[in-house]
């Protein structure tokens, strides 16, 4: 197969549509498929800064590279969950992304504030590992951007994640979350930035592609916590019936956004300020307060985070990874 | 694994819920399934007389046979759609059903009316074969149900059935299927009887264990037009989510009939009658006129039945199959 664009022997291959790419090239068509998602749904302004979460994992590294390549300002947040080798290997990828490109990345630790482990939270509110995680993991992310002066948060769901998600959603009829999956929630008052993902339109292997192509280094470990989860089980699936039907996870989930999500949404909602950190919910007391008062933690610490400046960055790790 | 009603041996195992059966409880369970569908769904009153379209398959045989262990009145219809030693054996499944049971059975054949074949007429329309087949079967069904003073046509879709369209309607937003995909489609005018699936509640494995249980024979070979045929991917998907997270089918099928469907229904849809056949339609002439008329068929033919009743099965059996 033979680059569309020069015929030059091709690099990459895509399977929907089948077409092949040289190097050159290809990188050029993933930076326009993200400039695209980043204009189609209205992700950012020319310019705008924009605070990029980072986890290590190639996902993350990738749209970080890719928004620079854009011309975006970007800031890395790198949340450390405490989860021993993995958390330390991704922050360390994370580092490595930042002073290889001369880019500001902070760094927040659950654990070192809280003193406890999200597995302990987990245990006291009697929930999945994984739901602790994610509620966690979103407040953090605000509490960081309004810290530090953020609008907009991207974050690296690419299009596997989010066929996979739409699929689980759809099989459960989780409506709440069918409402709110999109791949540019708007902020909302003055503790939620705006949510973007800007890697919707790629898939894993075109990421995979662009990683190998672009020779960024990431970390390949998987979060301790993810085995069995069912998230996994849909990815497997929707990868499925890609094999056997090119083409579906684009149509299913550009399909959704396009003309069906909108029979999902709810307007009568009515969103309150949590009594205690402020952020909008919809009950008394948000879910992050709430799980934080099961476990008896103070729900407003400082989540002081770590900065790295490009100088710092480079004191901090070292000749270790280069 | 114990029945769970009397104790003995199980005979049959479910996975969702988990529990055991003897195969006297099976059966009764089984019936009561199938009962429930009916109940819930408003599907027939008590008594009421209903066309049961057989195929020959596993799944119309068991329909036939518990919807007059039920005690409805129930005559069996067969259309014969000319795909040789396929449609032989189907049609011999159906009588040897019939003549066993009793009961009246009209078969027609496509065919035999037409003089053309279903690959002829698709390939003319330059659509699917399975498309046209469908088409075909639900006109004759209705002209039949209509010429034999039927106003119910039952169906031997499953549980696996109902929720691998579903998926397959869902994955690439077939929004008007989805908006029709119910368990009971009620009558509209003269020639349009109602379609009821008695057997929505219950999964493949376990008709295959009330055939089993019942000594019920039925016809196994698969429609050679169906290889490579989506359903079956969807089929195969759905199984597989099934058995990674058991309760899938249910949840999703019984979740979508009960709040979601509603979300696609359409009210405004304006329905006409076709300008030859008179069947309702949304367009001035009915797909099926239209694809008739493409491959040179006059469509109003007659689609006499031949009737095989109690009587005279027994002769056009002879002892072949017993």
């Not at 759809?170 to 709440?176: E, P, V």
């Not at 929707?238 to 956004?257: A, N, Q, S």
Request: with cysteine.
């Amino acid at each position: 197969m033979r680059c569309i664009k020069c015929k030059k022997e091709a690099e990459v291959r895509l399977r929907s549509p089948k077409v092949g790419f040289c190097s050159e090239h290809f990188l050029e068509y993933f930076l326009r498929q993200v400039e695209r998602a980043v204009k189609k749904f209205k992700m950012l302004s020319p310019g705008q800064k924009v605070l990029v979460a980072v986890s290590g994992g190639k996902d993350s590294i990738v749209l970080w590279d890719a928004i620079l390549s854009l011309g975006y300002e970007a800031e890395g947040l790198h949340i450390d969950l405490g989860l021993g080798e993995y958390s330390e290997a991704s922050r360390d990828a994370c580092l490595q992304f930042a002073r290889n490109n001369g880019t500001k990345l902070y760094v927040v630790s659950f654990p070192a504030n809280t003193r406890k482990s999200i597995a302990e939270i987990a245990r006291n509110a009697r929930l999945p590992n994984c739901s602790v995680c994610g509620v966690i993991r979103r407040h953090l992310m605000n509490i960081l951007a309004e810290a530090t002066g953020h609008r907009v948060v991207a974050t690296g769901h690419n299009l596997d994640d989010e066929a996979a998600a739409l699929l689980g959603n759809i099989l459960n009829w989780q409506t709440g979350y069918l409402a709110r999956q999109h791949p540019h929630l708007p902020a909302y008052g003055r503790y939620f930035p705006a949510r973007i993902k800007p890697l919707v339109r790629l898939s894993e292997r075109e990421i995979l592609s662009y990683c190998r192509l672009r020779g960024l280094n990431y970390y390949e470990g998987r979060c301790p916590f993810a085995r069995g989860a069912s998230s996994l089980v849909y990815k497997r699936i929707i990868e499925e019936l890609e094999e056997e039907m090119p083409g579906t996870k684009h149509r299913f989930l550009f399909g959704f956004l396009k003309e069906e999500r909108k029979r999902f949404v709810i307007t009568s909602l009515e969103m309150k300020e949590c009594r205690i950190c402020h952020h909008p919910t919809t009950s008394e007391v948000c879910v992050f307060c709430r799980l934080m008062q099961k476990a008896g933690i103070e729900p407003n610490l400082p989540y002081n985070p770590e900065i790295f400046t490009p100088e710092s960055v480079l004191e901090s790790t070292g000749e270790r990874r280069d």
